[in-house]
Each structure stands twice: as structure tokens, then as C-alpha cells.
């Protein structure tokens, strides 16, 4: 992908994206074609690890067993220990409103089977089930910080329901040449995991959280006619206070 195109992409993006009063987070779009989702082998699930940090620390949630659960409970943001699964099993609300609380699961190895039936139905369709490819998956003798450190710099990409893939790449703050080499790396390595490489490829876009789409093209930034619906005043409130809150210490449920 074309280097300066980018560049000037995102140089559009922030020029016609309203300014907001907290860091706002890039979003890149990528629109795949000729590709049956229905099929497992053209599916895309890839986690890669960029050589700039998104700039938000990932929530994530361990779910482990007593050997582990002191480790889990000094370095993320909650714990569910296996002794808790039977609750969750029987309520199938809690799993789902815990599914929607955090980035990643991680789960210690020799549970993945009571996780996969305890949380498996919820968290398979939303993609949220511990991943070994991201490293989601660990012994009781893994280093904590060392498991934050490399979620911290992976981006997930995955295509869910539809052929469209959404993840966030950097945010506002972060510098164009940044933001750049994070588009170019996710760009390269998508290309590989798709069978017909640029021709599965039907449009990227960039855009801010608040801001239009943008499509990046060889020829420069196309800005894209038909814009999402607007947000409410209410609803752009409601976004801020959701990145207010995220800049406290959350509130754990249970430990």
C-alpha cells in the first residue's frame, strides 16, 4: 500500500473530524469481496503484533484456577477463578454482560475445556473466547506482565458475521508516521491470510471515533459520500463519560 496515500488519509481524517474533549481512537475499515465466510478456511481470524502500541491498555479478564488466581488477581482487571464457573453457567446474562466488559480472556490451559462450556456459547459468536494465537492462553507458571505487555500491542483482526473487518489502530495523540506504520503492518499481513490477496480486497477506510469515513486509495483520500447517521448530543455525552470512566480504576465485581 502506498505509503504517501496513507499519510494523506490521515491527514484528511483529522482535518475533517470534529475535535472532541478526550483522545479519540482511529478506526481502520477493511471491506473484503469474493470470499464465503461460511467456509472456515476463508475466514479471518489473525492477531498481530504492531510495532506501535495502540495507545490504550486492553481490559482483560483472567479465568483461572486457585494456582493462579493471587498472580491474576495483582495484574488484570478481574478474575473469574474456576470455583465461580457453576454461577456463570447458570446465568447466562452475567456471561454476556461479562463478555461486553473486556478486550480479552485469558485462560489458563488445563481449564480451556469447563471454559469452552461454561462461556463458550456467549463468547464463541463474539469472538472473545481465549485465544492461543494471542496469546491467550497460558500455564500456571506464565508471566503476567509479559501476557499484558503483548496484548497491549496486538490487533485483532476477525471477521465475524459479514466480510467487513473493524479494529482499532492508535489513537489521536499518536503521531501520523505511527498510525501509518500500523496500517502498513496490519495491510502486509492481512494480504497473506487471504487467499487471493489485493483481490479479496474490496475498500480500507480510516476514520476517527466522532469523525467521517475516509477510503484510502493509490490516487489520495476519498471522502465517502454516504456517512453513518449522525450521533445525538446525548449520545456523544455518553461516549465521553465512557472514556472518562475508562481512564479510572474500574469497579470489580468480585474477586
Do not use: W
Request: charged content about 35%; proline content about 6%.
Amino acid at each position: 500500500m502506498n505509503k504517501e496515500a496513507i499519510l494523506s488519509s490521515i491527514k484528511k481524517v483529522r482535518e475533517v473530524s470534529p475535535k472532541r474533549n478526550f483522545n479519540q481512537t482511529f478506526d481502520l475499515i477493511v471491506n473484503l469481496k469474493n470470499l464465503n465466510i461460511k467456509k472456515p478456511e476463508e475466514k479471518v481470524e489473525q492477531y498481530i503484533h504492531l510495532h506501535f502500541p495502540k495507545g490504550k491498555k486492553p481490559k482483560i479478564c483472567a479465568l483461572v484456577d486457585k494456582e493462579l488466581v493471587a498472580k491474576a488477581k495483582e495484574n488484570f482487571d478481574f478474575v473469574v477463578g474456576k470455583d465461580d464457573f457453576p454461577k456463570y453457567q447458570k446465568d447466562k446474562k452475567l456471561v454476556k454482560k461479562l463478555s461486553m466488559s473486556y478486550d480479552y480472556f485469558v485462560a489458563q490451559a488445563n481449564l480451556m475445556g469447563e471454559i469452552a462450556s461454561t462461556f463458550g456459547k456467549v463468547f464463541g459468536p463474539k469472538g472473545k473466547m481465549p485465544s492461543p494465537k494471542a496469546g491467550c492462553v497460558i500455564p500456571p507458571n506464565a508471566d503476567l506482565k509479559l501476557v499484558i505487555k503483548n496484548l497491549s500491542e496486538v490487533c485483532k483482526l476477525i471477521t465475524k458475521n459479514d466480510t467487513t473487518i473493524r479494529t482499532s489502530i492508535g489513537l489521536e495523540n499518536m503521531k501520523d508516521e505511527e498510525i501509518t506504520d500500523n496500517i502498513q503492518t496490519i495491510y502486509t499481513s492481512l494480504l497473506h491470510a487471504l487467499p487471493q490477496e489485493k483481490n479479496n480486497i474490496k475498500s480500507i477506510q480510516l476514520k476517527l471515533t466522532m469523525g467521517p469515513l475516509i477510503e484510502i486509495t493509490d490516487q489520495g483520500p476519498v471522502l465517502k459520500e454516504k456517512q453513518e447517521k449522525p450521533k445525538k448530543k446525548s449520545e456523544i455525552k455518553t461516549e465521553e463519560v465512557k472514556e472518562e470512566k475508562k481512564k479510572k480504576k474500574p469497579i470489580r465485581e468480585e474477586k
